[in-house]
């Protein structure tokens, strides 16, 4: 039988590492990170990594992937895998990779990722195709807006022009989407698909913890104008949610679409860790704004298991984890094809 002391499981030093490579751990792997200059310390700290592997710089990961080959290493990808590699280059990550690369493409191309979604029976924000069309609330996102900084938002298309005046001039300024702008309580879900079980499961749900936006009730409204703070989104942190039961056969569902959905636009589908990322409105609709497909940082919370992988597994299951556990299992089946790609 084929053992899992051949293989050791990897990523990189950001994001999420700190679960994927405990859980790693946890299943009986080896672990290696790749970590930036000066980056090193939780990973030493935490006691996570058999073995770190230092880059200056995370986009210099393909002059480090050939010890990853020799090590017979699984790149376990996360949200800084895909932003420092960048989704274009991600076809040519040669070492064994965790996941459907191809799905990527789906996920960080807007026009795709809505065609997907919208195949799948999701509810979605409407989107405006111009300024002049704007007739309610918007919220203007700048394509690669790394962690919602710089999003802005508008009610009219002077409103529009006003505030995208500074942006005017200033790198892929002119690449953006004008997504309506849903009054609700955020609400991501986390869920893992796995190709051996065949199953989904729900691992848990957060909502992201943003600087200035979630401050801005901490000001009267009065100051808000006065001073003229203006809301901007950018991720500092999450906070655990639990959500209402009533609405967790729902939350399956849509799970399920999006899975079957995707086996029709690539190749192996998408499987593994992946995140609905929306808003619930009070009329309990939820319209989801994005996909996330891999492990999202809203499962760090779980790092001893949440709600839900508990009622599950009756073992703390992190995400990391259970990603480790997917890759254990398909080892020993004989199956580790089923969860590369
Ligand atoms: P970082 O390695 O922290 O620079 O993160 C890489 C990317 O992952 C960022 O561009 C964010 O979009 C996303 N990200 C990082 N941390 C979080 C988080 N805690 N919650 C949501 N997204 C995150
Ligand atoms: P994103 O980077 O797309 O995950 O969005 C970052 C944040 O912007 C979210 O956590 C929400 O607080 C907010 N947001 C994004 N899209 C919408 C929307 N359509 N309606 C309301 N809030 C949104």
Same mark, same amino acid.
């Given at each position: ?103 990527? +493409? ?7 990722? &809505? ?20 007739? &309610? ?20 298309? +002077?409103?529009?022009? +006003? ?44 909502? &992201?913890?943003? #600087? ?33 039961? #009533? ?44 996909? #996330? ?28 984890? &259970? ?19």
């Amino acid at each position: 039988m084929a053992n899992i002391k051949d293989y050791k499981i990897a990523t990189l030093g950001s994001h999420t590492a700190l679960q994927i490579l405990k859980g790693a751990k946890d299943e009986g792997f080896k672990t290696i990170c790749i970590c930036e200059k000066g980056k090193t310390k939780p990973y030493e700290s935490y006691n996570v990594a058999d073995e770190i592997i230092v880059v200056d710089k995370f986009k210099d990961y393909f002059e480090i992937e050939q010890q990853l080959i020799d090590q017979n290493a699984i790149i376990i990808p996360h949200g800084s895998f895909v932003a420092y590699i960048g989704a274009e280059k991600m076809m040519d990550v040669k070492a064994m990779h965790y996941g459907t690369k191809g799905i990527l +493409e789906w996920e960080s191309d807007r026009t795709k990722e &809505r065609k997907w979604l919208l195949d799948a029976d999701i509810k979605l924000p409407k989107i405006f195709e111009k300024p002049e069309d704007i007739d &309610r609330p918007v919220i203007i996102k700048f394509h690669g807006a790394h962690g919602g900084k710089g999003y802005f938002i508008a009610n009219t298309p +002077e409103e529009f022009y +006003e505030r995208y005046k500074k942006y005017e001039g200033k790198e892929g300024h002119e690449d953006y989407v004008l997504q309506e702008y849903i009054v609700g309580v955020p609400v991501y879900s986390h869920y893992f698909y796995s190709p051996v079980t065949g199953e989904l499961e729900i691992m848990g749900f957060d909502k &992201r913890y943003e #600087s200035n936006a979630d401050s801005i009730g901490r000001v009267a409204a009065k100051d808000q104008v006065d001073v003229g703070i203006e809301t901007t989104y950018t991720i500092t942190g999450n906070v655990p949610i639990v959500l209402r039961e #009533s609405l967790l056969p729902q939350i399956f569902e849509m799970g399920q679409n999006v899975v079957d959905a995707s086996k029709k636009i690539v190749d192996g589908g998408l499987f593994g860790p992946f995140c609905l990322e929306g808003i619930i409105d009070p009329e309990l609709n939820y319209f989801v704004f994005e996909i #996330s497909a891999r492990i999202v940082a809203g499962t760090n919370p779980y790092v001893n298991g949440s709600p839900y992988t508990w009622l599950r597994y009756n073992e703390p299951m992190s995400t990391g984890r &259970r990603v480790a556990r997917d890759i254990k299992e398909a080892i020993e089946k004989n199956e580790l094809e089923k969860v590369l790609g």
